[in-house]
């Protein structure tokens, strides 16, 4: 029994090592992400707490993808939510990491897609308007945490970029429609590329602004 405690007590230690060193090669220092693998920074629009983390290997791909899952809260409830996944390469002999563009939701919503070049890197981005799903499969860790997710609308912003053929960075931010201090309409369909006015475009605008500043913020630092 003795032995099978301490095997337990190394094996707590090793998964907490694990983590430390995972939360090193990301991190956050006011309202700037810092990434060591691989070396970029991304200006934040708020203080983020990071809530949750993960890694899952992908063998068909050749890859291990670590998550991280950052809140800005307010009254126990998420008011921002910006979601990093990183694939790492986990197979040298392999081919390059590959990712597909990205696509909105669908066609009719207002949404922004383009591409700007940090570095002589391509970072493909686009904003739109999504939901935030309580009952989705991803956002389970949070629920039994304890942590409220609305049912509501959200605008988000994405981008994504491969890092010398090896890593692949895929960022989401997201922010409650509700939180921007004007009153919106909760149907879709006013969102829509050929109707959008009012207080909705006016939120709408704002949320691009944001999302440019991150965009405009990446530092790519190649080695």
Not at 21 to 35: C, R, T
């Amino acid at each position: 029994m003795k032995e099978i405690v301490i095997a337990l007590i190394g094996l707590v230690l090793i998964l907490q090592g694990i983590t430390i060193a995972a939360e090193k090669d990301l991190e956050i220092q006011g309202k700037k992400l810092i990434s060591q693998k691989p070396h970029f920074t991304l200006g934040l629009p708020s203080e983020f707490r990071l809530i949750h983390s993960f890694s899952h290997e992908n063998p068909r791909e050749n890859s291990l993808t670590r998550v991280y899952f950052f809140l800005k809260m307010k009254d126990k409830q998420i008011e921002e939510m910006m979601i990093v996944q990183i694939a790492d390469k986990t197979n040298p002999q392999a081919g390059p990491i590959l990712v597909p563009h990205l696509k909105p939701y669908t066609e009719k919503r207002m949404y922004l897609k383009d591409m700007v070049k940090k570095r002589g890197v391509e970072v493909d981005y686009m904003t739109q308007l999504m939901a935030w799903n309580p009952d989705a499969p991803s956002l389970q860790p949070l629920i039994e945490k304890g942590i409220l997710i609305p049912s509501r609308w959200a605008l988000q912003g994405q981008f994504l970029f491969t890092y010398l053929e090896e890593h692949a960075i895929f960022v989401r931010y997201s922010k409650d429609t509700n939180s921007f201090g004007l009153k919106v309409s909760e149907e879709g369909d006013i969102w829509n590329r050929d109707s959008i006015k009012g207080n909705e475009k006016k939120v709408y605008e704002i949320f691009q602004k944001t999302f440019m500043g991150m965009v405009n913020s990446i530092e790519i630092k190649n080695p």
